[in-house]
């Protein structure tokens, strides 16, 4: 079945440094690539996507990047904020909608 | 109350128990699902309802039962349970076959089987 690598499972960065986790899919017909935060006691809420049919996209702070040969993207956070400390889940999904999460990276910031 | 929602948000059940969880989605979604979240395996995809039928059971043990009676209930009916069952449990929504999969979670509810 589709399987979706996530790396690192921990990254701790100073306040103000960039942060990059990256995710790996197996199926070539995933279209759509969700970046979940989960806060801790809290559910996980989107806070990024891009779908198949393009490289890159950005909001703010986050980016998001697509290697569709590779079949791997990776989320960009920039000046990170303690407020980013976070659980981060990549997903793929392909035309059934079902989503296929990555196994996390629990991202801290030290201020 | 807007989103989705959970019912209970915590329970301590033993093996011989039988309990039900209850998520109700107030989005007008039409598909629902329910995924495990353990520390071993975060986030595992259980079963996926679309327009009231199952479309998925991702070789989930028969203790576990769901239930769609329609596209803004979902239940998880309980029954002989092990301690290694002890997780969180999310129920989440969509609009499936829209240009937008965003899936919105509950707030899950914590489960401990004794």
């Known amino acids: 079945g589709e399987n979706v690598e996530q790396h690192p499972s921990t990254l701790s960065v100073q306040e103000g440094d960039s942060a990059v986790i990256k995710c790996t899919y197996s199926?070539?017909?995933?279209?759509?690539f969700p970046w979940y935060k989960q806060e801790l006691g809290k559910r996980p809420q989107l806070i990024i996507d891009?779908?198949?049919?393009?490289g890159e996209k950005k909001d703010q702070r986050i980016a998001v990047t697509l290697n569709k040969t590779a079949k791997h993207f990776s989320l960009h956070i920039t000046e990170t904020q303690p407020e980013d400390s976070a659980v981060y889940f990549c997903a793929a999904s392909s035309a059934t909608d079902k989503l296929i999460f990555g196994t996390g990276t629990r991202l801290q910031v030290f201020p | 109350e807007t989103g989705v929602t959970q019912t209970p948000r915590h329970l301590v059940m033993g093996m011989t128990n039988k309990k039900s969880l209850k998520c109700e989605q107030h989005?007008?979604?039409?598909?629902m699902y329910w995924y495990k979240q353990s520390a071993k395996k975060p986030l595992e995809l259980m079963f996926v309802?679309?327009?009231?039928?199952?479309?998925e059971n991702n070789s989930v043990p028969s203790r576990f039962s769901p239930e769609c009676p329609n596209s803004s209930h979902l239940f998880l009916h309980l029954h002989t349970l092990q301690p290694e069952d002890s997780a969180l449990y999310l129920c989440?929504?969509?609009?499936?076959?829209?240009?937008?999969?965003?899936?919105?979670f509950g707030p899950g509810t914590r489960l401990t089987v004794l």
């Open positions: 891009i779908r198949s049919n393009v």
């Open positions: 989440a929504s969509s609009q499936a076959g829209s240009s937008n999969n965003e899936q919105f």
């Open positions: 199926d070539s017909a995933s279209n759509y």
């Open positions: 989005l007008g979604h039409n598909a």
């Open positions: 309802y679309n327009f009231k039928e199952q479309t």
